[in-house]
């Protein structure tokens, strides 16, 4: 299984909404990503996991933050965004912090 | 910050030609290079890498060239497909890995 998996594909919240975003992967990566795309831009990078313990946090809001509840499994949680945290956010894993990167597809989320 | 770009935002090339998307990097302390292919609606997909010991890699009709003396990367595609046509990126990551960051991104459009 070389596929990593993000839910929901889209996702539409308001400002004082809570909500999760998703990823799996099981082809025993220990580093996972999350990316934040805006239109017509390339990935920046967000938070990055190490054997499950944060490595790179890249002064991201309070408003977004990642949990890694094991080596398969991360998420995002969402609260009090704003409207310009719209984009598409990705998720990725590596075997170690070097080589190929796998994305998922992404999960669209519009802040109303 | 350090940042990768790109010459060309958009290339337009005819099937069957050959493609040449040219980057260059600031970070002269970067020691790996990757270039990513992103089609509409997907995740970015691995294409090929390079490290900085080398100066040419050549997979399956891409070649990838490395020139650290004025840090630029090229990827070049031979006999470009209509299914060539997405937005690249290359993406460079400094000693230790983990940390991506990805170039501005060139939209290949082949012309059947």
């Known amino acids: 299984d070389t596929e990593v998996t993000q839910t929901p594909k889209h996702l539409v919240m308001g400002m004082t909404n809570k909500k999760s975003l998703k990823c799996e992967q099981h082809?025993?990566?220990?580093?996972m990503y999350w990316y934040k795309q805006k239109a017509k831009k390339p990935p920046e990078l967000m938070f990055v996991?190490?054997?499950?313990?944060?490595?790179i946090n890249e002064s991201v809001p309070s408003r977004f933050s990642p949990e890694c509840p094991n080596s398969s499994l991360l998420n995002l949680h969402l609260h009090a965004l704003q409207p310009e945290d719209s984009a598409l956010y990705l998720c990725?894993?590596?075997?170690?912090?070097?080589?190929?990167?796998?994305f998922g597809p992404g999960t669209r989320l519009t802040v109303l | 910050g350090e940042s990768v770009g790109l010459h060309l935002p958009t290339l337009s090339v005819q099937e069957g030609d050959n493609s040449i998307i040219n980057c260059a990097y600031s970070?002269?302390?970067?020691?790996?290079f990757i270039w990513y292919k992103q089609e509409s609606g997907k995740g970015p997909q691995f294409i090929i890498d390079?490290?900085?010991?080398?100066d040419k890699r050549q997979g399956q009709r891409v070649t990838v060239l490395l020139n650290k003396t004025v840090k630029h990367l090229s990827l070049q595609i031979a006999a470009t497909q209509p299914g060539d046509s997405a937005v690249y990126f290359c993406?460079?990551?400094?000693?230790?890995?983990?940390?991506?960051?990805f170039g501005a991104g060139t939209r290949l459009f082949v012309k059947a």
């Open positions: 990725a894993s590596s075997q170690t912090g070097w080589g190929e990167q796998f």
């Open positions: 082809m025993g990566h220990r580093a």
């Open positions: 996991y190490s054997y499950e313990k944060l490595s």
């Open positions: 970070n002269s302390a970067s020691d790996y």
């Open positions: 390079i490290r900085s010991n080398m």
């Open positions: 993406a460079e990551s400094s000693p230790g890995g983990f940390k991506t960051i």
